[in-house]
């Protein structure tokens, strides 16, 4: 028998290069190619790196080297393969010279191509060999949606719109034609996300698209009453606070869509926030959060801070802490700011030591802490609808997660029940006792048979 064609695959970064990774693969099972689970079963080895912050650069030389040192043929994509030098040259290449071939994120057919030239596809794609809705590595019950690519704007401490390029939204149709596939695949929950998911369609002037023959605009209100009608879970990450972002929360209210919002407000002083040159840093967040939870009292909002900016005082550092105590956020992550090589930030004055970054960063979290373990005390007696995202056998625990939880960056409701429920069942659970950002309880109907 012939061989098959083997690619192996290391995907770092956010989900929005998971994403990437998951077309990748779909295209090369399409094509006959088969997904290897090791370097020594491979052929070849695609490495999706990610160029966030120096931290991130690291961990993907780190990858690169090691599959070079693993296996010997490797291909590099993903953001920090779209890096360049002061002169041109590829940043990877300068480094690593001995990959088969570099290219940038959203790259799909150069990836593709690449593969093919130092793998010869094994014969002709047979429409049978990949699911409509495509191969992914999330679990089966849920998948992120890309809705578009690139960013618009220019963060000073970002270098994420030179990676990626400006902002291209997707067709408003072929976006609820992948998550009807999804629906159709099994998914409950979907994971909406972009650079700027608040931005979607406006670098298309909101034009009218097209759903199942139905004029539709392209923008996120109605991206969001199209995905709401499809009855999954449906919940947005990457929201910037715009004005806009008001029509959305009726709908969180109306139960159309989960009531949460992950909104990456980064800091609250505005000095601080303008040498960000953040978008939206001169709305009024206290004012908005408020009229939010009058809208949807159970919204649930997350958010990520940086502490320790270039420049940031300790009174403008108090500012940020003051902000956090009294919009008293659900879920919070905060990052001791980091340099990225060509990031804009790295210039202006008043670098921190990383000392201070860090104990302000510390700060942050114990005052979150203490914000995030009150939240979740208020939810004790209450009844929650919980997406089982695994079973524990010896320990009968069902582990999932409340609407307020998305999957990897917030919390878990650990499920005490003998009950072998399965990843994407969605039941009713009463919250019997709380952590610091989790949730304990039992399920509703058995607590009612008791």
């Given at each position: 028998?012939?061989?098959?064609?083997?690619?192996?695959?290391?995907?770092?970064?956010?989900?929005?290069?998971?994403?990437?990774?998951?077309?990748?693969?779909?295209?090369?099972?399409?094509?006959?190619?088969?997904?290897?689970?090791?370097?020594?079963?491979?052929?070849?080895?695609?490495?999706?790196?990610?160029?966030?912050?120096?931290?991130?650069?690291?961990?993907?030389?780190?990858?690169?080297?090691?599959?070079?040192?693993?296996?010997?043929?490797?291909?590099?994509?993903?953001?920090?393969?779209?890096?360049?030098?002061?002169?041109?040259?590829?940043f990877i290449l300068n480094r690593l010279p001995k990959v088969l071939g570099v290219t940038g994120p959203d790259s799909v057919d150069d990836v593709i191509a690449m593969v093919e030239t130092h793998l010869p596809r094994p014969h002709d794609p047979w429409d049978e060999l990949?699911?409509?809705?495509?191969?992914?590595?999330?679990?089966?019950?849920?998948?992120?949606?890309?809705?578009?690519?690139?960013?618009?704007?220019?963060?000073?401490?970002?270098?994420?719109?030179?990676?990626?390029?400006?902002?291209?939204?997707?067709?408003?149709?072929?976006?609820?034609?992948?998550?009807?596939?999804?629906?159709?695949?099994?998914?409950?929950?979907?994971?909406?996300?972009?650079?700027?998911?608040?931005?979607?369609?406006?670098?298309?002037?909101?034009?009218?698209?097209?759903?199942?023959?139905?004029?539709?605009?392209?923008?996120?209100?109605?991206?969001?009453?199209?995905?709401?009608?499809?009855?999954?879970?449906?919940?947005?990450?990457?929201?910037?606070?715009?004005?806009?972002?008001?029509?959305?929360?009726?709908?969180?209210?109306?139960?159309?869509?989960?009531?949460?919002?992950?909104?990456?407000?980064?800091?609250?002083?505005?000095?601080?926030?303008?040498?960000?040159?953040?978008?939206?840093?001169?709305?009024?967040?206290?004012?908005?959060?408020?009229?939010?939870?009058?809208?949807?009292?159970?919204?649930?909002?997350?958010?990520?801070?940086?502490?320790?900016?270039?420049?940031?005082?300790?009174?403008?550092?108090?500012?940020?802490?003051?902000?956090?105590?009294?919009?008293?956020?659900?879920?919070?992550?905060?990052?001791?700011?980091?340099?990225?090589?060509?990031?804009?930030?790295?210039?202006?004055?008043?670098?921190?030591?990383?000392?201070?970054?860090?104990?302000?960063?510390?700060?942050?979290?114990?005052?979150?802490?203490?914000?995030?373990?009150?939240?979740?005390?208020?939810?004790?007696?209450?009844?929650?609808?919980?997406?089982?995202?695994?079973?524990?056998?010896?320990?009968?625990?069902?582990?999932?997660?409340?609407?307020?939880?998305?999957?990897?960056?917030?919390?878990?409701?650990?499920?005490?029940?003998?009950?072998?429920?399965?990843?994407?069942?969605?039941?009713?659970?009463?919250?019997?006792?709380?952590?610091?950002?989790?949730?304990?309880?039992?399920?509703?109907?058995?607590?009612?048979?008791?």
């Amino acid at each position: 028998m012939a061989h098959i064609p083997v690619v192996g695959f290391v995907s770092l970064g956010c989900p929005k290069a998971l994403v990437d990774t998951e077309r990748i693969v779909t295209e090369l099972r399409a094509r006959g190619y088969r997904i290897g689970k090791s370097y020594h079963d491979a052929d070849v080895v695609i490495v999706n790196t990610c160029g966030f912050v120096n931290a991130a650069v690291e961990e993907s030389i780190a990858a690169i080297t090691e599959a070079l040192a693993e296996n010997g043929r490797v291909i590099v994509c993903g953001c920090l393969g779209g890096r360049h030098e002061a002169d041109g040259s590829n940043f990877i290449l300068n480094r690593l010279p001995k990959v088969l071939g570099v290219t940038g994120p959203d790259s799909v057919d150069d990836v593709i191509a690449m593969v093919e030239t130092h793998l010869p596809r094994p014969h002709d794609p047979w429409d049978e060999l990949v699911p409509n809705c495509g191969v992914r590595l999330t679990p089966k019950h849920y998948a992120y949606l890309k809705i578009s690519e690139g960013c618009n704007h220019h963060c000073t401490y970002c270098v994420i719109p030179n990676l990626r390029g400006r902002q291209l939204s997707r067709p408003i149709g072929d976006i609820i034609r992948e998550a009807e596939n999804l629906k159709e695949a099994g998914v409950k929950e979907l994971l909406v996300i972009s650079q700027d998911t608040g931005a979607y369609g406006i670098d298309m002037k909101y034009r009218m698209g097209f759903v199942g023959g139905r004029p539709v605009k392209t923008r996120l209100l109605e991206l969001s009453e199209e995905l709401g009608k499809l009855g999954l879970w449906t919940r947005l990450h990457y929201v910037y606070p715009y004005p806009s972002v008001d029509d959305i929360v009726p709908l969180m209210a109306e139960g159309k869509i989960l009531p949460y919002l992950d909104v990456p407000f980064q800091h609250a002083h505005p000095r601080v926030l303008k040498a960000m040159k953040r978008p939206a840093s001169m709305e009024k967040n206290l004012e908005r959060i408020a009229a939010w939870r009058a809208i949807c009292p159970d919204l649930t909002i997350r958010s990520t801070f940086i502490a320790g900016f270039p420049g940031e005082t300790e009174e403008e550092f108090e500012y940020l802490l003051d902000f956090l105590r009294e919009a008293k956020l659900d879920r919070v992550g905060c990052f001791a700011y980091s340099p990225v090589d060509g990031a804009p930030a790295n210039d202006l004055p008043g670098a921190l030591p990383d000392e201070v970054r860090e104990e302000r960063r510390n700060r942050f979290m114990e005052v979150q802490a203490e914000i995030s373990a009150e939240k979740c005390r208020a939810k004790i007696g209450t009844v929650q609808d919980v997406i089982i995202d695994e079973y524990d056998d010896e320990a009968g625990l069902a582990i999932g997660r409340t609407k307020a939880d998305s999957p990897d960056i917030d919390g878990k409701c650990y499920v005490e029940t003998l009950t072998e429920y399965k990843p994407g069942d969605i039941i009713k659970v009463r919250i019997t006792q709380s952590e610091e950002y989790d949730l304990v309880g039992t399920p509703e109907d058995e607590m009612k048979a008791k």
